[in-house]
């Protein structure tokens, strides 16, 4: 494993500050569980929006979803020619190799 472990998490905890004070109350970050490290934050043009902060979320799954992937394509296999490319099961594998580094 390459990324940074799971699980993490959304927080809306943390603000920036400036000369004026504090802003960008519950901007949504996804760190590790812990809050000590950041995985992402959400650039300031976007960080009101709905889409955003649905965008945080499924980032915050990300190892989840990654890790139940590789363990649903580990147990079983549907595709009978083992590589068409266009079957669930063979997505799944591509998407594993992309996110494991491949191109
Ligand atoms: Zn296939």
Avoid at 37 to 56: F, G, K, L, S
Avoid at 73 to 96: F, M, P, Q, W, Y
Wanted: proline fraction near 7%; hydrophobic fraction near 35%.
């Amino acid at each position: 494993m390459k990324h940074t472990p799971g699980p993490w998490k959304v927080d809306y905890r943390y603000t920036c500050e400036d000369e004026d004070g504090p802003f960008g109350d519950n901007w949504p970050d996804v760190r590790t569980l812990d809050g000590s490290q950041i995985i992402c934050m959400t650039p300031q043009a976007v960080q009101d929006i709905p889409e955003a902060r649905a965008n945080a979320r499924i980032l915050a799954v990300s190892p989840d979803m990654f890790a139940v992937i590789k363990e649903m394509v580990s147990c079983r296999s549907d595709c009978n020619d083992r590589n068409c490319g266009e079957c669930t099961h063979c997505k799944a594998l591509a998407i594993i190799a992309k996110a494991e580094g491949a191109e």
